[in-house]
C-alpha cells in the first residue's frame, strides 16, 4: 500500500498529495519520505510540521546525505500537514494522516488530497475522515460545497 501519494502536474487545491508515515518519530519517518519523493525536485532543505502532530520533533533531521531543518509550528491549518522545501526548485504542502488511521481510510485520504480539483485544506479533510457521518456521502458533499 503506498504511503505517498503527490498531486499530477500542478496543483489547483490548498494540498500537493499526501503521506502516511509509519509512526511519528520524525527522526525515522523524514529520510523515507525524501527518499520516495523524485530526485527531479531537487534536494530537501526544509520541513515545516505542526507541533501538535510531531510534539518531539528534533530541529534537524539527517536524510539522504544531508540535513534537514525542521521548523515547528503551532498554527491550526499546519496541525495536519507538512510543508517539503526544495529551495528554489519549489514547495510541496502535504495532509500528514495519522499513523494509526485505518487503512481504507488512509487510501481514501491519499487519493482526495492528491486530486488536482481537491479544495480541501489538511484539517478539513481529517476532520471529514474522522466524522461520523456516512462516509461516501461526506465525500462528496464537502468537496461540492468547497473550503469553509
Same mark, same amino acid.
Given at each position: 500500500?503506498?504511503?505517498?501519494?503527490?498531486?499530477?502536474?500542478? &496543483?489547483?487545491?490548498?494540498?500537493?498529495?499526501?503521506?502516511?508515515?509509519?509512526?511519528?518519530?520524525?527522526?525515522?519517518?523524514?529520510?523515507?519520505?525524501?527518499?520516495?519523493?523524485?530526485?527531479?525536485?531537487?534536494?530537501?532543505?526544509?520541513?515545516?510540521?505542526?507541533?501538535?502532530?510531531?510534539?518531539?520533533?528534533?530541529?534537524?533531521?539527517?536524510?539522504?546525505?544531508?540535513?534537514?531543518?525542521?521548523?515547528?509550528?503551532?498554527?491550526?491549518?499546519?496541525?495536519?500537514?507538512?510543508?517539503?522545501?526544495?529551495?528554489?526548485?519549489?514547495?510541496?504542502?502535504?495532509?500528514?494522516?495519522?499513523? &494509526?488511521?485505518?487503512?481504507?481510510?488512509?487510501?481514501?485520504?491519499?487519493?482526495?488530497?492528491?486530486?488536482?480539483?481537491?479544495?480541501?485544506?489538511?484539517?478539513?479533510?481529517?476532520?471529514?475522515?474522522?466524522?461520523?457521518?456516512?462516509?461516501?456521502?461526506?465525500?462528496? &458533499?464537502?468537496?461540492?460545497?468547497?473550503?469553509?
Amino acid at each position: 500500500m503506498p504511503r505517498l501519494r503527490l498531486t499530477p502536474g500542478v &496543483s489547483q487545491g490548498p494540498l500537493d498529495g499526501a503521506w502516511w508515515p509509519r509512526c511519528d518519530a520524525l527522526e525515522l519517518e523524514l529520510p523515507v519520505l525524501v527518499g520516495s519523493l523524485d530526485p527531479g525536485i531537487g534536494t530537501v532543505t526544509r520541513v515545516t510540521v505542526g507541533t501538535a502532530a510531531w510534539p518531539d520533533a528534533p530541529w534537524e533531521v539527517m536524510a539522504h546525505g544531508h540535513v534537514i531543518e525542521v521548523v515547528l509550528t503551532d498554527s491550526v491549518a499546519e496541525a495536519h500537514a507538512v510543508t517539503v522545501d526544495c529551495g528554489t526548485m519549489g514547495r510541496w504542502e502535504l495532509l500528514v494522516i495519522p499513523p &494509526s488511521e485505518p487503512a481504507r481510510v488512509a487510501t481514501r485520504l491519499l487519493t482526495t488530497a492528491a486530486d488536482p480539483a481537491n479544495p480541501l485544506p489538511a484539517p478539513r479533510l481529517l476532520a471529514l475522515a474522522e466524522s461520523s457521518l456516512d462516509e461516501q456521502d461526506a465525500w462528496g &458533499s464537502e468537496a461540492e460545497a468547497g473550503p469553509r
